[in-house]
């Protein structure tokens, strides 16, 4: 296997992989953020669902 790991001299130290490795999570952040709100007919579905949910656990 040559073509991955041939010079050690090429192998980038710990805090560059580090940046890169925060960059790409911050973007991926960015990028996968959820929306805002639901819209409204969903969120009333999953009130009643919560709601539903809380009524029937054993007390």
Known sequence: MTGLFADDSEQMDRRTSRSI??????RLQQSLRPEPRLPTHLERLMNELRKQERDSRPR
């Open 21 to 26: 490795c925060d960059a790409v999570g911050e």
